[in-house]
């Protein structure tokens, strides 16, 4: 199933969400970035800087990247155009020779039945 990833109706980008965790109300997969990446790269590469790979925490910046990511107001549509309702939206993005991946915290029940427990 395909989600759309949105910032004020403008499409940030696309997943199928092919990794799930229902008890956990996680969903993550590939992430295909949109025309309206730009717009919220710089807040998901504060992350990268905040927790790298290797070397430590940076808690100051990671404490901007939380502040950052839920200022934006990002949304996520399933397939029909419907929007799921979500607590988190994270996009895990270290440089731009790595594959993207969106992670998203969904305790919406009715989307979980919807995708049959996946």
Do not use: C, N
Not at 25 to 37: E, K, M, T
Not at 93 to 110: F, H, K, P, S, T
């Amino acid at each position: 199933m395909r989600h759309t990833l949105r910032l004020h109706g403008v499409t940030v980008g696309w997943s199928d969400l092919e990794h799930t965790e229902p008890s956990a109300g996680r969903a993550h997969g590939h992430f295909r970035p949109g025309l309206g990446y730009d717009l919220v790269q710089p807040v998901f590469r504060l992350f990268a800087e905040a927790v790298p790979r290797s070397g430590p925490r940076d808690e100051a910046k990671l404490r901007r990247y939380h502040k950052s990511r839920d200022a934006l107001g990002l949304e996520l549509f399933d397939d029909a155009g419907a929007l799921i309702p979500t607590s988190a939206i994270h996009i895990v993005d270290y440089d731009a020779g790595d594959a993207r991946e969106l992670d998203v915290l969904i305790a919406d029940e009715a989307y979980w039945e919807r995708r049959g427990g996946a």
